[in-house]
C-alpha cells in the first residue's frame, strides 16, 4: 500500500514540477499524509490529509488539483487566520480563494462541484468571509477540509495506526509558509518563468504583509511611536506625578462618512458604529463630522457624548467636496494637525491632485480594491 500511494503521490510533484516551479517547490515543503480517518482530503494547516481511496480514484488531473488545493490552504495560512470565526463559513471564504486560484491554472482540476464564485475570488478569505451569509451553509464538494489542531478527526488520526506519512515539518509556526512562498517565489523567477500571476501575488502578500485592523492603522496615526512624547501631562502634575504625555492625542480627525446610493442601511450602521469606537477610544481628539455622497454636509462637532446626527445623501459618490471642505479649515487653522478618516466602499470620484491631509480609508468589503485607491492609507472593513 505505502509503495503503491507513494507513486501516486510522486507522480503528482512530477506533473507539478514539470508545469510550475513555483507549485512543484511550494508542494516539497508540505509533509503528505494518508489516512482513512480522512473522508477525502483536509490539512490541519502543516500537512496535507488524504484519504487514499479517494484520492486514489480521481483522474491525474484532478488528483494534482485536490493535492494543490490542501497545499495553498496550509501555505496561505488559512487554519490559523481562522481564529475565532466561524469555521464552517470560512472554510467556504477560502475554499472560494483557492479554487478561484486553481481555475486559472491548465494543468490541474477539481472534482466536480468545488465552490465557485467568480465575483469574490479576488478578494482577501477575510473579505469574502464578511460577504458571506451567517446562516448555515451546504457542505462543500469534498467536506470541511480545514482541521483545526483540535478537530475530532485529528485526534483520530493520531490513534492510526495505519496512517502512511511522507515528508516531515521540523517548524509549524507560521514563518515556515511564509519562507516557502518566498523560497518558491524565487525559483519560479530564476526558471525565467516570467512575473507570478497577479492573483497569486496578491494571496502571497496577504501572508507575507498581513493586513492590520484599521483600528491599528489609525494609532499609529495618532501616536507615532509608543514612546513619542511632548513634555508631561498637566492633568497629573498637582499630584506630584511627572508623567508624559503621549504625542498625538489632541490630533483634530475629520471623519466623512459616505452616505451615497451605493451604501445600504447595513453598512451605515456600521460606519455609526466605527465612529462610535474612535470616539470612545480616542476621548481627547478633536473630531469634526461629514456626510457625503456627491455634495458634502457637515461639518457637525463629535465628542464622545455627541448624539449622531441624522445622515444625509442618497445619491451619487464624489470624494472631492469632502477634501475641499478640510482644505478650508487647514486654511483657517494652519499650525493644528489633522488627520482624514473616510469610510466609504471607494467606488466614486477621487480628486485630481493629491489632497495635502493624511487619508486613512476604512473600506466595506467587496469595496473598491485597495491598489486602486490614488493615495491615502487603504485598510479593510472586515468581520
Not at 506625578?241 to 450602521?269: H, M, P
Not at 469606537?277 to 456627491?294: E, N, S
Amino acid at each position: 500500500m505505502k509503495a503503491e500511494l507513494e507513486s501516486k503521490l510522486s507522480a503528482t510533484l512530477l506533473r507539478l514540477r514539470m508545469n510550475s516551479p513555483f507549485f512543484a517547490t511550494l508542494s516539497l515543503f508540505a509533509p503528505v499524509c494518508f489516512s482513512r480517518v480522512i473522508e477525502t482530503a483536509a490539512t490541519d494547516g502543516t500537512r496535507v490529509l488524504l484519504n487514499p481511496e479517494f484520492f486514489g480514484s480521481l483522474p491525474a488531473v484532478e488528483r494534482d488539483g485536490v493535492f494543490l488545493h490542501e497545499v495553498l490552504h496550509a501555505a496561505l495560512l488559512h487554519v490559523p487566520r481562522c481564529g475565532s470565526r466561524q469555521a464552517e463559513r470560512w472554510n467556504v471564504a477560502a475554499d472560494i480563494v483557492v479554487n478561484g486560484m486553481i481555475a486559472e491554472l491548465k494543468f490541474v482540476s477539481l472534482p466536480n462541484g468545488a465552490i465557485r464564485d467568480p465575483k469574490l475570488e479576488q478578494l482577501s478569505v477575510e473579505e469574502i468571509y464578511s460577504l458571506l451569509p451567517s446562516r448555515k451553509i451546504a457542505t462543500p464538494a469534498f467536506g470541511w477540509d480545514l482541521q483545526p489542531p483540535n478537530s475530532e478527526a485529528l485526534v483520530q488520526l493520531q490513534g492510526d495506526t495505519e496512517s502512511v506519512s511522507f515528508g516531515s515539518i521540523k517548524d509549524t509556526g507560521e514563518d515556515y509558509w511564509q519562507s516557502a512562498l518566498a523560497q518558491a517565489a524565487v525559483v519560479a523567477r530564476n526558471q525565467d518563468m516570467g512575473k507570478l500571476p497577479a492573483s497569486l501575488q496578491r494571496l502571497i502578500s496577504e501572508v507575507t504583509a498581513p493586513q492590520l485592523d484599521w483600528r491599528t492603522e489609525l494609532w499609529r496615526f495618532l501616536v507615532h511611536t509608543p514612546c513619542d512624547f511632548e513634555g508631561y501631562d498637566r492633568r497629573f502634575i498637582g499630584r506630584g506625578l511627572y508623567l508624559e504625555a503621549v504625542g498625538g492625542e489632541s490630533v483634530e480627525v475629520d471623519v466623512c462618512i459616505d452616505t451615497s446610493g451605493s451604501i445600504d442601511s447595513e453598512a451605515l450602521a456600521t460606519f455609526a458604529s466605527e465612529l462610535r469606537g474612535i470616539l470612545d477610544a480616542y476621548p481627547k481628539i478633536g473630531c469634526q463630522l461629514y456626510y457625503a455622497d456627491a455634495e458634502c454636509y457637515g461639518p457637525y462637532e463629535m465628542d464622545r457624548n455627541s448624539k449622531l446626527p441624522a445622515p444625509k445623501g442618497g445619491g451619487g459618490t464624489s470624494f472631492c467636496p469632502f477634501f475641499e471642505a478640510v482644505g478650508k479649515n487647514q486654511l483657517a487653522q494652519p499650525s493644528t494637525q489633522r488627520l482624514a478618516i473616510y469610510l466609504t466602499d471607494g467606488f466614486g470620484e477621487f480628486p485630481r491632485h493629491q489632497p495635502w491631509i493624511q487619508t486613512l480609508w476604512v473600506v466595506t468589503a467587496g469595496g473598491l480594491a485597495s491598489d486602486d485607491f490614488p493615495f491615502g492609507t487603504v485598510t479593510r472593513l472586515l468581520k
